[in-house]
């Protein structure tokens, strides 16, 4: 069956920075795109950026633009989300979610559903 | 930025119907999707593609879409449907994914 398995968070001091995992098995990964997606402690669901299956392809939210890398490897049915310069407004359960399927063309982009999501990571970022 | 407006709460007695909404200004060009999320648990995707259903999704849940305003509808409400339910969609370049507001569900 499809599982994904988020794993890195932690506490980490603002300004600094922390790398998330997410493995995947159950399904090809290799041909899906990714999602990260974020929820603070009692609050709602905040998307945060997508990977097309081959790595090509990559957006964010414009809240963590400049300061959040999305990449995957494959060869390992991983996908990463590198968080740099963390804010206190960063606090939050990161979860992994496959995309279904994911494309684009000529500038405009399609995803499918968020079909499969892991059981997320905390991250606090506090002094 | 691209927002998508639900209700906060609904509250519904067993056995009767619930309907969220969900508003948007792409959603004339943007599938929604629904998803459920219990306190504690990782959301499920309960509806996609405005109105088709997962497998292994109960046939009470059905979604429905005109204009700027999609709805997921829960038919005969069951205690088991008290959750989170949150609306998610695309902008019209399909580059940026937004969720909506979410909605409490609270079965009387």
């Known amino acids: 069956q499809v599982q994904l398995v988020e794993s890195g968070g932690g506490v980490v001091q603002p300004g600094r920075s922390l790398r998330l995992s997410c493995a995947a098995s159950g399904f090809t990964f290799s041909s899906y795109g990714m999602h990260w997606v974020r929820q603070a402690p009692g609050k709602g669901l905040e998307w945060v950026a997508v990977?097309?299956?081959?790595?090509?392809?990559?957006y964010y939210a414009d809240s963590v633009k400049g300061r959040f890398t999305i990449s995957r490897d494959n060869s390992k049915n991983t996908l990463y989300l590198q968080m740099n310069s963390l804010r206190a407004e960063d606090t939050a359960v990161y979860y992994c979610a496959s995309a279904g399927e994911f494309g684009c063309s000529g500038g405009s982009c399609y995803s499918g559903a968020f079909d499969y999501w892991g059981q997320g990571t905390l991250v606090t970022v506090s002094s | 930025s691209y927002e998508l407006t639900q209700p906060p709460s609904v509250s519904v007695s067993p056995g009767q119907t619930a309907r969220i909404t969900c508003s948007g200004d792409a959603l004339p060009k943007q599938y929604a999707y629904w998803y459920q999320q219990k306190p504690g648990q990782a959301p499920v995707l309960v509806i996609y593609k405005d109105s088709e259903r997962p497998s292994g999704i109960p046939e009470r849940f059905s979604g429905s879409s005109s204009g700027t305003t999609v709805t997921l509808t829960i038919s005969g409400v069951q205690a088991e449907d008290e959750a989170d339910y949150y609306c998610q969609s695309a902008d019209s370049s399909g580059t940026r994914y937004v969720f909506g507001t979410g909605t409490k569900v609270t079965v009387l």
């Open positions: 990977i097309s299956y081959d790595g090509s392809n990559k």
